[in-house]
């Protein structure tokens, strides 16, 4: 098991926002399909204003190589991503188009 953290940024727009997480309280049947086939276990988002932090933690099968190559060729997750343009932009430093980036770890606990 890994776990990941990534971060993303929503346009920060109140009514956009509030869109986005209707959405995400009734999370299309086949975008959730798609997130445990690729072998994604455990998943949260969370928001802070308009910055958001995904956390997940993922078993052997998962890349992000194999997560994406699904996603391209499923039409139903290229329209929800499509849909989550209108309300997602890139952080300070993405490349053009790219969404969520990979956080790195600078400091752990365990006790």
């Not at 997940?56 to 099968?61: G, K, L, S």
Request: aromatic share 12%; proline share 5%; net charge negative.
């Amino acid at each position: 098991m890994r776990t990941y953290a990534l971060a993303l940024d929503l346009k920060d727009d109140p009514a956009l926002i509030r869109e986005y997480e209707a959405y995400h309280k009734n999370v299309w049947p086949e975008v959730l399909t798609s997130i445990k086939e690729s072998g994604i276990q455990f998943m949260q988002i969370y928001r802070t204003g308009n910055r958001l932090f995904m956390q997940m933690t993922v078993n052997d099968r998962f890349s992000f190589e194999k997560k994406a190559a699904a996603d391209n060729a499923n039409p139903k997750v290229i329209e929800w991503e499509e849909l989550m343009w209108k309300y997602q932009q890139g952080l300070p430093g993405a490349a053009p188009g790219q969404k969520w980036i990979l956080m790195e770890e600078i400091f752990s606990l365990e006790v």
